[in-house]
């Protein structure tokens, strides 16, 4: 039987990575966010700090894209002898290496990090886009961070569009285009039980049972 893996891409305020945790949680396995960064920074080499830097997000973000795929990622990573060994492109390289040996190795749920196209041909893969209304967004945030003295509204935009810029600089594809994903789910209707029992009952339906069952 193989590994099912559950990659969840997310608009911020949304409880895409709680909803995340949730379903690792209720299903035995392992969720991997941040932590992919600090196994990326032991297998390279390359110091965590810069890993976080380029967290979801591009440092110098291209002015604009038009017809351009970006550093669409290949699969290759680049010589320590070079150059670009610490470039962004590597940067992601290395977290995509490790995104690969964790769905290889095991079940898991992981967050962000254009996983889905990482795994893109992997039959176990399930990828889940969990959206909601800009408004709820607010709200959770605020309730859930502490967005003291902080614009909430434009810190969700900005983030919001450096995972999209970040998804499309790496896939030449688009973040929100329900195309690139299996799931599409908005959490302000069906709650983060009920956003975490709807992946479930996909999982089921195409698997025939959860990661968790035999």
């Known amino acids: 039987m193989g590994n099912i893996i559950i990659t969840i891409a997310r608009h911020f305020g949304s409880g895409g990575k709680t909803i995340g ?15 992919i960064i600090r196994m990326a920074s032991e297998d390279s080499g390359i110091n965590e700090g810069l890993f976080g830097q380029a967290d979801e997000k591009l440092k110098r973000p291209p002015l604009f894209f038009g017809k351009s795929r970006g550093a669409e990622y ?41 996983a889905d196209y990482v795994l893109r041909g992997n039959p176990g893969v399930v990828s889940v886009f969990v959206h ?8 959770q945030a605020i309730e859930r961070c502490a967005f003291i003295g902080k614009d909430v509204e434009k810190y969700i935009e900005k983030t919001d569009r450096s995972r999209s810029d970040f998804y499309r600089y790496y896939t030449g594809q688009e973040w929100n285009d329900a195309r690139n994903y299996d799931l599409c789910l908005n959490s302000e209707r069906l709650g983060f039980e009920g956003t975490m029992e709807a992946i479930k009952a996909y999982i089921r339906v195409r698997f025939g049972r959860l990661p968790n069952e035999i």
């Open 74 to 114: 290949k699969g290759k990573l680049i010589s320590p002898e070079s150059d670009e060994f610490v470039s962004d492109q590597n940067l992601f390289n290395y977290q995509a290496k490790i995104i690969r040996e964790l769905a290889d190795r095991e079940s898991c749920v992981i967050i962000g990090r254009a």
């Open 21 to 35: 945790h949730m379903l690792a949680d209720d299903l035995g396995i392992k969720c991997y966010g941040r932590e």
């Open 132 to 139: 909601a209304s800009r408004e709820y967004c607010i709200r």
